[in-house]
């Protein structure tokens, strides 16, 4: 029967006196003829099981159960939260990996999986099993609502200590695909992309970039930012820099904060230097008391920022970490926006003014100093 509708069960007996209808083994109420239906079936009906017991004056009987099944040809919809993008994931570490899986019966199997490429992204292979994927939670014999929930919905990836590509350098993603009670599947799910590295104790120096913003933001060409990556890995291949490039645009979370300030900035409301900061020391709270920054909506909270990164890189993979370097401007990476509390035509909020001011008030540096906002700093 489909969802929504209501279904019928009827039963002949001979002699038969009285009728009490069950679902599930327990007693409906006022279903006492020889027919039953059901109000409009819902989600929780599906798999149900109804039967009747009979009386007469002699004896009384049981029937056999009949089960509801809802009809449903429309998969579960799958999202993978985490990895969620950018992630450098240390072998011999291990990492939750999570996904919401909705279906409008219910979700009752899902598989996640492991895949590698070598090439970018263009072409993907699956990894060889290992550190708990693949991984399969299956409850279709006995799939009682709610079927699959948030406990059911993720696994810890053990990473294996060495490459499961076989070599370094590789994007690794986690696909997931889930199946409801009709045995419907869900498309294929992706999580985002991440890397797995080896731990190097002689990296000193860690060169941020974005390319994303260096094209969107300054113009750059696509062959002027090939020859800057390439200038870039050869600045960090250098015995006196010893460095690692990473480019920040890859990290989904922080691409997220980088709208919200885009946005900000693009409406001139006063937020859009909380969201610079933010994307430097993120939407995250010292403890759980604390509340989180005003401006940070659910979806932002917890989201980690530059800072976070650069000292889990030091505690994580580069244990004598020194030198941060930022490629760009301030629309690339932002600087830290602090409060100028002094007064007086000295003030650097002034810079901005003028007939003809070297920093103007519509680009991100000169909104920053006219709302004296300034005395910028890594603050790494």
Same mark, same amino acid.
Request: a negative charge; aromatic letters at 8%.
């Given at each position: 029967?489909?969802?929504?509708?209501?279904?019928?069960?009827?039963?002949?007996?001979?002699? &038969?006196?009285?009728?009490?209808?069950?679902?599930?083994?327990?007693?409906?109420?006022?279903?006492?003829?020889?027919?039953?239906?059901?109000?409009?079936?819902?989600?929780?009906?599906?798999?149900?099981?109804?039967?009747?017991?009979?009386?007469?004056?002699?004896?009384?009987?049981?029937?056999?159960?009949?089960?509801?099944?809802?009809?449903?040809?429309?998969?579960?919809?799958?999202?993978?939260?985490?990895?969620?993008?950018?992630?450098?994931?240390?072998?011999?570490?291990?990492?939750?990996?999570?996904?919401?899986?909705?279906?409008? #019966?219910?979700?009752?199997?899902?598989?996640?999986?492991?895949?590698?490429?070598?090439?970018?992204?263009?072409?993907?292979?699956?990894?060889?099993?290992?550190?708990?994927?693949?991984?399969?939670?299956?409850?279709?014999?006995?799939?009682?609502?709610?079927?699959?929930?948030?406990?059911?919905?993720?696994?810890?990836?053990?990473?294996?200590?060495?490459?499961?590509?076989?070599?370094?350098?590789?994007?690794?993603? @986690?696909?997931?695909?889930?199946?409801?009670?009709?045995?419907?599947?869900?498309?294929?799910?992706?999580?985002?992309?991440?890397?797995?590295?080896?731990?190097?104790?002689?990296?000193?120096?860690?060169?941020?970039?974005?390319?994303?913003?260096?094209?969107?933001?300054?113009?750059?060409?696509?062959?002027?930012?090939?020859?800057?990556?390439?200038?870039?890995?050869?600045?960090?291949?250098?015995?006196?820099?010893?460095? #690692? @490039?990473?480019? #920040?645009?890859?990290?989904?979370?922080?691409?997220?904060?980088?709208?919200?300030?885009?946005?900000?900035?693009?409406?001139?409301?006063?937020?859009?230097?909380?969201? &610079?900061?933010?994307?430097?020391?993120?939407?995250?709270?010292?403890?759980?008391?604390?509340?989180?920054?005003?401006?940070?909506?659910?979806?932002?909270?917890?989201?980690?920022?530059?800072?976070?990164? @650069?000292?889990?890189?030091?505690?994580?993979?580069?244990?004598?970490?020194?030198? @941060?370097?930022?490629?760009?401007?301030?629309?690339?990476?932002?600087?830290?926006?602090?409060?100028?509390?002094?007064?007086?035509?000295?003030?650097?909020?002034?810079?901005?003014?003028?007939?003809?001011?070297?920093?103007?008030?519509?680009?991100? #540096?000169?909104?920053?100093?006219?709302?004296?906002?300034?005395?910028?700093?890594?603050?790494?």
């Amino acid at each position: 029967v489909a969802l929504g509708q209501p279904a019928v069960f009827q039963v002949q007996a001979e002699g &038969a006196r009285r009728y009490q209808w069950q679902k599930n083994g327990a007693g409906i109420a006022g279903a006492t003829q020889s027919s039953y239906t059901t109000p409009p079936v819902s989600a929780s009906d599906a798999g149900s099981t109804f039967r009747v017991l009979v009386s007469g004056n002699c004896a009384s009987s049981t029937s056999t159960s009949a089960t509801l099944f809802v009809t449903d040809n429309v998969g579960p919809t799958v999202s993978v939260q985490s990895p969620a993008g950018g992630d450098r994931y240390a072998v011999g570490s291990s990492h939750l990996v999570f996904w919401t899986a909705t279906d409008n #019966v219910r979700v009752c199997k899902a598989t996640a999986f492991l895949e590698y490429s070598n090439n970018g992204g263009g072409t993907w292979l699956s990894a060889p099993s290992g550190g708990g994927l693949p991984f399969t939670v299956d409850q279709t014999g006995s799939c009682l609502p709610p079927g699959l929930g948030p406990a059911e919905s993720q696994l810890t990836y053990s990473v294996p200590a060495t490459f499961p590509s076989g070599q370094p350098g590789s994007l690794y993603r @986690v696909r997931v695909q889930a199946w409801d009670l009709n045995d419907n599947p869900s498309d294929l799910a992706a999580s985002g992309n991440f890397y797995i590295v080896k731990p190097d104790p002689e990296a000193q120096t860690l060169i941020l970039w974005n390319r994303s913003r260096m094209q969107s933001q300054l113009g750059s060409t696509s062959a002027e930012l090939d020859e800057l990556a390439l200038q870039l890995a050869s600045l960090a291949g250098h015995e006196r820099v010893r460095g #690692v @490039v990473e480019d #920040v645009g890859q990290i989904a979370p922080l691409t997220a904060l980088y709208a919200k300030w885009d946005a900000a900035h693009a409406g001139d409301t006063a937020d859009q230097h909380n969201w &610079a900061n933010t994307i430097l020391f993120g939407c995250d709270r010292a403890s759980v008391s604390d509340s989180y920054p005003s401006w940070c909506t659910a979806s932002e909270q917890g989201i980690e920022g530059l800072q976070d990164l @650069v000292t889990a890189r030091k505690r994580t993979l580069y244990a004598n970490l020194k030198y @941060v370097i930022l490629v760009g401007d301030d629309r690339v990476i932002p600087f830290a926006r602090l409060l100028d509390e002094t007064s007086g035509n000295a003030s650097e909020h002034r810079y901005s003014e003028g007939a003809t001011p070297d920093i103007t008030s519509s680009t991100t #540096v000169g909104r920053a100093i006219s709302a004296r906002r300034h005395g910028f700093c890594g603050c790494w």
